[in-house]
């Protein structure tokens, strides 16, 4: 029994070594994978080259330790009808999906993702019927029908609303009724 228990908590690193760029690699020896060793956990994660136990008693490992961890940032911006991000892409819609990954320079990644809002430039047509003239938004008295003028305002968003005019005038008229008795 107490040979069983040294083999299952016998976890052994017997190398260790650094790259230039500061990572590290652990080499050595467990038997975590083994799965007929009651209490064995499994040592390998997604990606290794082996995550399941491959015969024999003994697995010998070799693990890397980056020399730094990657930094995650969030990127929010509001933008109107596009915005193009430091990956080059121009979006025209929200996304919240795009990442991209950025060196430092320690050769260290940053992770940026994306959290884009997009507002969208609105068209209005101001129709005014008004007799003689019209002063409108734009300071302009009109003093005849106008179908041409546009007036930009900014939104909340900071985003442009495009507004057109569409202007009738109607005249005073002057009647002179003459009665004859």
């Not at 299952?8 to 017997?14: D, S």
């Not at 992770?111 to 068209?123: R, S």
Request: some cysteine; overall charge negative.
């Amino acid at each position: 029994m107490g040979d069983l228990l040294w083999r299952i908590y016998n976890e052994r690193g017997l190398s260790i070594a650094t790259d230039v760029s500061g990572g590290v690699y652990l080499a050595g020896f467990n038997v975590s994978l083994n799965p007929t060793i009651a209490g064995s956990t499994g040592f390998a994660t997604i990606g290794a080259q082996q995550t399941v136990h491959a015969g024999g008693a003994w697995d010998a490992f070799l693990v890397k330790f980056d020399a730094c961890n990657p930094v995650y940032n969030q990127d929010s911006i509001v933008a109107c009808d596009s915005y193009t991000w430091i990956d080059g892409v121009t979006y025209t819609s929200n996304d919240t999906s795009a990442t991209d990954t950025l060196l430092n320079s320690n050769g260290c990644d940053s992770i940026v993702t994306l959290n884009l809002t997009i507002n969208y430039t609105k068209t209005f047509i101001d129709s005014i019927v008004a007799c003689d003239s019209y002063t409108w938004i734009d300071g302009v008295t009109y003093t005849s029908s106008d179908t041409t003028a546009k007036d930009t305002l900014v939104t909340a968003a900071g985003c442009d609303s495009i507004v057109s005019l569409n202007l009738t005038i109607n005249y005073t008229k002057t009647i002179t009724d003459s009665i004859v008795c």
